[in-house]
């Protein structure tokens, strides 16, 4: 046993503590830092969250979360597991898997439809989908999702979501319904339903009238890692880069008929609910599953597995999750999420085995993600880190120098590269839809157009011969 004059009691773990009426707190952490002041947000263990700050000369109390967080580091040096001594494999060794979420329109006039039970029946009916790729019902019945398998390559992972949407499309069709993928609906609707089950019903009863004009739909992408504790210090890592991300993919400029005049509606609407955003940087898989069942035992979450963040372990499997883009509408959008994301694991991986620290997330991280759903790339950003403003494009653009030799490892920067530029010249998702109500002169034309897009096949996924430009233009060209 340690004791830590004005700090915690450190114990050789695993320690479980009776908290009286026959309660009990369990952490399976190899040193524990037990609570000696007992006005921890997190008793019986410690958290910083009460500790004195030092003042700067005016008297202001510096650094928020950003000197928390910094304290959180120094215990963790201490007191976690090191992942030093594990080199990082290969990109290409790396796994991953992408889950999108789609909507169901009525194919006349384009309103949003319960219609995802029958339209995953039809799906049934038709060809068998690649080994691993599954269609699910998501939390309103407008929606379905669509699961790829576990994939080595972007070539397998594109030509597996060429064939599920291909599979829905037609299934949907045949019901006289159109599969379109966008973070929000276009046209106005009536109230939502919800999927039938005991988890969407015990959601509903959770969030009441939050849900009353959710229809968001988003691109999940999946990392495969070592272990639970690899995921969370990933995530640590990872988590100045989700504004970026979401810039992005932004895809959801309109809403219910309207345009919200933001870039990503989607994540304004997800920013509601508790515990959303940017996850908190945690020292241990521990913490992290600590902090879940606080929020669970709270209240304010439905069980643990349905966290708002951004980013977060996977409570499946040993992955990353990064649940931070609107859903993209071309294929080959998704497909650039999951380069970028499956990049930003490898960097992390190979920060991790060579001792590095993550860089410290500033206060402003919330900001960051608020101009990132304001302005797409069509705009200025927040830099995570340092706190100030940037351009969006050139936030991209240090993003792709900071994944460059994993892509380049994995074979996917001329991909990237391209895509980047693609995105650039032809705008955002959000950018485009705009474009395309100011051309086609309503909104039904661009729910249309949006169901096109979505059901055409990415074409070929391959390393391009001829080099792409290596930097982003400093604005982006199409500006509706």
């Not at 997800?270 to 940017?278: A, E, N, T, Y």
């Not at 705009?379 to 351009?391: E, F, L, N, T, V």
Request: with cysteine; aromatic share 4%.
């Amino acid at each position: 046993m340690v004791i830590d004059q004005g700090g915690p009691v450190l114990i050789e773990g695993p320690v479980e503590v009776d908290l009286g009426e026959g309660r009990t707190a369990v952490s399976d952490r190899f040193v524990v830092a037990l609570c000696a002041c007992r006005r921890s947000r997190n008793y019986p263990w410690c958290d910083t969250s009460h500790r004195r700050r030092p003042r700067d000369r005016q008297g202001a109390v510096r650094g928020g979360e950003a000197d928390a967080e910094r304290a959180e580091r120094a215990t963790d040096r201490t007191l976690s597991p090191s992942h030093s001594a594990k080199a990082a494999p290969a990109p290409g060794a790396l796994t991953m898997g992408v889950e999108e979420e789609f909507l169901l329109v009525d194919e006349v006039g384009g309103r949003s439809v319960p219609a995802g039970a029958e339209v995953i029946d039809e799906a049934g009916k038709g060809p068998a989908l690649p080994n691993g790729m599954r269609i699910e019902p998501e939390l309103l019945a407008s929606q379905v999702e669509l699961a790829s398998g576990v994939c080595n390559d972007l070539r397998a992972l594109a030509e597996q979501l060429n064939v599920g949407r291909r599979l829905l499309a037609e299934a949907a069709r045949r019901k006289r319904r159109m599969l379109i993928s966008t973070g929000t609906p276009v046209r106005e609707s009536g109230p939502v339903t919800l999927t039938s089950g005991a988890l969407p019903e015990q959601t509903g009863g959770t969030y009441a009238g939050l849900l009353s004009d959710y229809e968001a739909c988003g691109c999940h992408v999946h990392v495969g890692v070592a272990d639970e504790e690899t995921a969370v210090a990933v995530t640590n890592h990872v988590r100045g880069w989700l504004p970026t991300l979401l810039a992005l993919s932004a895809n959801s400029p309109f809403h219910a008929g309207r345009d919200t005049g933001y870039a990503s509606w989607r994540m304004v609407l997800q920013s509601r609910f508790p515990g959303s955003g940017v996850p908190p940087y945690f020292p241990s898989a521990a913490a992290c599953r600590d902090r879940l069942e606080q929020l669970v035992e709270c209240g304010t979450l439905a069980d643990v597995g349905q966290s708002f963040w951004l980013a977060r372990p996977s409570p499946l499997s040993p992955a990353v999750e990064f649940r931070v883009a609107d859903a993209a509408t071309p294929v080959e959008e998704a497909v650039l999420q999951a380069a970028l994301s499956r990049a930003l694991v490898h960097t992390a991986l190979t920060a991790l085995s060579d001792g590095r620290e993550p860089a410290t997330v500033t206060d402003q991280v919330a900001a960051a993600v608020w101009s990132a759903a304001r302005h797409g790339l069509n705009g200025p950003g927040i830099h995570p880190q340092q706190g100030r403003r940037a351009p969006a494009v050139a936030l991209a653009q240090e993003l792709l120098h900071h994944v460059t030799p994993a892509l380049e490892e994995a074979g996917d920067l001329n991909f990237v590269r391209h895509q980047l530029d693609v995105l650039v010249d032809q705008g955002t998702g959000a950018q485009r839809q705009r474009a395309d109500a100011s051309a086609l002169k309503g909104a039904t034309a661009v729910v249309e157009r949006l169901a096109d897009e979505t059901a055409r096949p990415a074409g070929e996924i391959r390393s391009h011969s001829t080099p792409t430009s290596s930097g982003l233009p400093a604005t982006a060209r199409r500006n509706p």
